[in-house]
C-alpha cells in the first residue's frame, strides 16, 4: 500500500470511529429516550447508568441543547428525518410554550417541579435558546420558530446590550432589568446558587467570556438563516470583543471583565480556549472575513492550549490551571468529557487547514481519539464518563444528563471531525 493510500486509510479508520461514537454513545442514549410527552419538553436527570430521575424541572440550556442536537441530527442523516425533527420539534414546543416567558418576553433561565420559573433570566440561557431556534429552523423551515428566535434577538437586545461598552449584561430579572448586585435577587440561594454569583457562577456586575462565545456561536447560526442588518452589526461587535478583549495576545482567554472590558484575573479554562478557536473560525466564515489573520489567532490560541493544557504523557486535555504554568493539582489535572470533545474538534480544524506545514496538530488529535476511545467512553453503560483522571481511570460516576450535562459538545464535534476525515481521506491530504 503506497504511502498516500495509507493515510486515506488511516483517516477513513477513524471516520468509521467517530460516527459509531457519534450513535451509540450519544444520540442513541438520549434520543428519542430523553423525550417526556406527560410533562413536556426533555428528561433531564438520567443517572450514571441512564436510570431517569423524574423531575418536572426544565433548564432552557439543557432543553435548547437537545433541540439542537437533533436538528442538526435530522440535517445529517436524511433516512431518519422524521425522528430527528419529531424529537426536536418536541424541545421547540417547551421552549415556546413553557420557557418562554409570556408576559415579558425573553426565555426563563429554568423551570421547577411545580413550573415555577427562577425569578432571574440568563443572556447565557438566551443564547442557547437562539441557537436552538435557528438550528431547528435550518431544518424543517417552520417560521414560526424563525420568528421566536428573532424576538428572543430583539428582547436580548433591547434589554441586555450595553451601548456605550458593548457586549452584553448577562443576569436579568424576569422584566428585563439588569442585575449588579447579589441583593437583587434575594431568593438565588435557594436555588442552588453560590452567594454573590449569577447562573453560570459569574460574580454580579461582570460579563463573562463563557456568554459571549456563546452569543458569538448563536449569533452565527442565527445568521445562516435571518441575515439581519441589526444581527450583523451586534454578531461583528461580539466577534471584535471576543477577538480583541476575551483572546489574550499571548493566546489563552480571560474569563471575567468589568462592564468596560478590563480583565479580571483568574485561571484559565483550557477547554474554552480551544472551544474559542472553533467558534472564530465559524462566526469569521458565516460573515465572509474568514482570512489568514484569523486563522493565525485560532492557531495562536490551540497552539497555547497544547503549550499549557495538554497532558504529553497520557494524552487527553487537563480542565484548568495557570495560563503560563498549567495545571497545578488533580483536581484541575481532570479531564471532563466537553473539553476531550471540543479538543477533538479544533485539532483537527487545525490539521485541515496547518498540517502540510507541521504534523503537530495530526499527532495530538490522534492521541485526544485514543484517550477518548480507550478511557472517556463508558463501554458498560453506554455514554461519555463526565470526567476520568489525568491517566484516564477513576471514572467520575455523575450523572449522564443534568441541567448542564447533555450531548450538544460530543455531537457537533464527532459529526464535524466524522466529516473533515472522510474530505481528508477522499483528498489524501497528509497526515505526517
Request: aromatic share 12%; hydrophobic share 40%; glycine share 6%.
Amino acid at each position: 500500500m503506497s504511502t498516500a493510500s495509507s493515510e486515506q486509510a488511516q483517516y477513513h479508520a477513524i471516520a468509521l470511529q467517530t460516527e459509531a461514537c457519534l450513535n451509540e454513545h450519544i444520540l442513541d442514549p438520549w434520543i428519542p429516550t430523553a423525550l417526556d410527552p406527560e410533562d413536556g419538553g426533555f428528561k433531564q436527570f438520567f443517572s450514571h447508568n441512564w436510570v431517569v430521575e423524574r423531575s418536572k424541572v426544565r433548564s432552557v440550556v439543557y432543553q435548547s441543547r437537545l433541540t439542537w442536537v437533533s436538528a442538526r441530527a435530522a440535517r445529517r442523516y436524511p433516512g431518519l428525518y422524521e425522528k430527528f425533527t419529531d424529537f426536536s420539534s418536541h424541545g421547540i414546543d417547551c421552549l415556546s410554550q413553557m420557557m418562554w416567558d409570556h408576559t415579558y418576553g425573553g426565555f426563563y433561565w429554568s423551570i421547577e417541579d411545580d413550573l415555577t420559573p427562577a425569578p432571574w433570566k440568563h443572556v447565557y440561557g438566551i443564547s442557547f435558546a437562539i441557537y436552538a431556534l435557528a438550528g431547528n429552523f435550518a431544518a424543517t423551515q417552520n417560521e414560526s420558530v424563525l420568528q421566536l428566535a428573532i424576538a428572543a434577538f430583539h428582547w436580548l437586545d433591547q434589554f441586555a446590550h450595553d451601548a456605550e461598552n458593548k457586549g452584553y449584561y448577562e443576569a436579568l430579572q424576569l422584566d428585563g432589568a439588569i442585575i449588579l448586585s447579589a441583593e437583587q435577587v434575594p431568593s438565588a440561594e435557594a436555588f442552588g446558587l453560590k452567594p454573590g454569583h449569577d447562573a453560570i457562577g459569574t460574580l454580579y456586575g461582570l460579563k463573562s467570556m463563557n456568554t459571549h462565545i456563546h452569543l458569538l456561536e448563536s449569533f452565527s447560526e442565527l445568521y445562516e438563516v435571518w441575515p439581519d442588518s441589526r444581527l450583523r452589526e451586534r454578531l461583528i461587535e461580539v466577534f471584535e470583543i471576543v477577538t480583541t478583549k476575551v483572546v489574550h495576545s499571548e493566546g489563552y482567554l480571560h474569563l471575567y471583565f468589568q462592564p468596560d472590558w478590563t480583565s479580571v484575573l483568574t485561571e484559565d479554562s483550557y477547554g474554552h480556549d480551544i472551544e474559542t478557536a472553533y467558534l472564530i473560525v465559524e462566526a469569521a466564515s458565516v460573515l465572509g472575513v474568514l482570512d489568514d489573520k484569523i486563522w493565525a489567532l485560532a492557531r495562536k490560541i490551540v497552539d497555547h492550549t497544547l503549550d499549557v493544557g495538554w497532558d504529553v504523557d497520557n494524552g487527553g486535555l487537563y480542565h484548568e490551571g495557570h495560563a503560563h504554568r498549567g495545571p497545578t493539582d488533580a483536581g484541575q489535572m481532570e479531564k471532563g468529557w466537553w473539553e476531550q470533545a471540543e479538543s477533538l474538534n479544533a485539532l483537527l480544524l487545525m490539521h485541515e487547514r496547518f498540517g502540510s506545514e507541521s504534523p503537530r496538530y495530526w499527532e495530538a488529535f490522534v492521541s485526544q481519539w485514543n484517550f477518548i476511545h480507550t478511557h472517556q467512553i463508558d463501554r458498560e453503560f453506554g455514554g461519555w464518563f463526565h470526567a476520568v483522571s489525568r491517566e484516564g481511570v477513576a471514572p467520575v460516576l455523575a450523572r449522564k444528563s443534568d441541567a448542564w450535562t447533555d450531548p450538544y459538545h460530543q455531537s457537533r464535534a464527532l459529526m464535524n471531525v466524522t466529516d473533515a476525515l472522510i474530505r481528508l481521506a477522499s483528498t489524501g491530504h497528509s497526515p505526517s
